[in-house]
């Protein structure tokens, strides 16, 4: 594949295809349209077929795209034809909120424990996990081969957790947290700012723009 | 202003630029880089100085950014010179942690009640607010001027709820279900979809793309 760099707007955006597509492979119907894609996506057609072109179009026939294939495709360049093994660090509302959300699961994203240190806490079960005293975090690590960690801490405490497990494995961190937080090289940091999305919506009603219209 | 198509990206980057700048104005700092920015925002100052340039690039002096300034200038851009009304509807887990994050509300938007049709929930109080039956839902839209609703709701029920207050007033829903909602033209829809946030993750780890150093 070239060597193109791609919008991760983009990337996001074939993340929500292809949960559209498992839909439609339940469904069992074997061919769509980009313009069936986009409204099931709230996307538009043509943004679809850009995406798509970025990964040389997906083959699409005169009848539309193979579902299957497609969705294939598209996992396979999301990188979701392997499982990625995650824990998840503070057990507040939003901690749970995510141990609770079976749409990780069913992507491949397996969550192997949960942590936190309020002894409230730590011992109840949510879904078929029991939250673990988050000072056996390490030892777990060690014997358990996990990629990712989701952080739903309080921002004072997270980068004292992110410095702990250092040289454990973590490839990726998924902070909910709104602070920023360093990690070595190599670990790849998400924060995931949920004002954002309000302030953008703000941004949007000011200035008249439909999102839906673009 | 120019009418320039502004990349989503930067109107989300402005927001978490905004936040650091509050954290700046807070600790006294006067004027500040792009470079200092970018250390705080986990971007890199090219970038900043791009989302930046859209509007103008906020009159820079050699010394750096007037904090103050450079944060009201943004703020207004985003649409946050005026408070925002919301509701959330759906207290689960998700719907708790929003009601209880005071993130939304340091930020403009207030949420002005919280809504479950369950009745172990009803009555229950979160934060400042106690949460209501969702019947008398359309009643408190009528008394209140509410501009945005958020939806923590199972994905089944969430089109119907959208359905209920067409013609109230709402301007923006964000939809944190898995489903695509359809609202009259003029209502902006985001969905918040917490799978993609991993997804983009997937790719960039199997691709080796460090998000950091782009």
């Known amino acids: 594949m070239k060597k193109v760099k791609i919008p991760e707007a983009t990337i996001a955006r074939l993340s929500v295809y292809s949960r559209f597509l498992n839909r439609m492979e339940k469904n069992g119907v074997d061919t769509v349209s980009s313009g069936e894609i986009a409204k099931g996506t709230a996307s538009n057609s043509a943004q679809v077929r850009k995406d798509f072109a970025y ?116 490839k990726g961190i998924l902070n909910f947290a709104p602070t920023v937080i360093h990690a070595s090289e190599g670990t790849q940091i998400r924060n995931v700012d949920l004002a954002v999305h309000l302030e953008v919506m703000s941004y949007n009603l000011t200035h008249s723009i439909n999102k839906e219209q673009e």
Chains 1, 2 share one sequence.
Do not use: C
Request: no cysteine; charged share 25%; proline share 2%.
């Open 55 to 170: 990964f040389g179009g997906f083959g699409k026939r005169g009848v539309g795209y193979d579902v299957i294939d497609l969705n294939r495709n598209i996992k396979e360049i999301l990188g979701l034809n392997k499982e990625w093994r995650a824990i998840i660090v503070g057990m507040g509302n939003l901690g749970k909120a995510l141990a609770y959300y079976h749409g990780f699961s069913t992507r491949g994203f397996k969550i192997m424990g949960l942590f936190d240190n309020d002894p409230q806490k730590i011992g109840e079960k949510i879904d078929t996990l029991t939250v673990q005293d988050d000072q056996v975090m390490e030892k777990f690590l060690d014997n358990n081969e996990i990629d990712i960690m989701i952080l739903t801490l309080p921002a004072e405490y997270t980068q004292a957790v992110v410095d702990r497990v250092e040289g454990k494995g973590i």
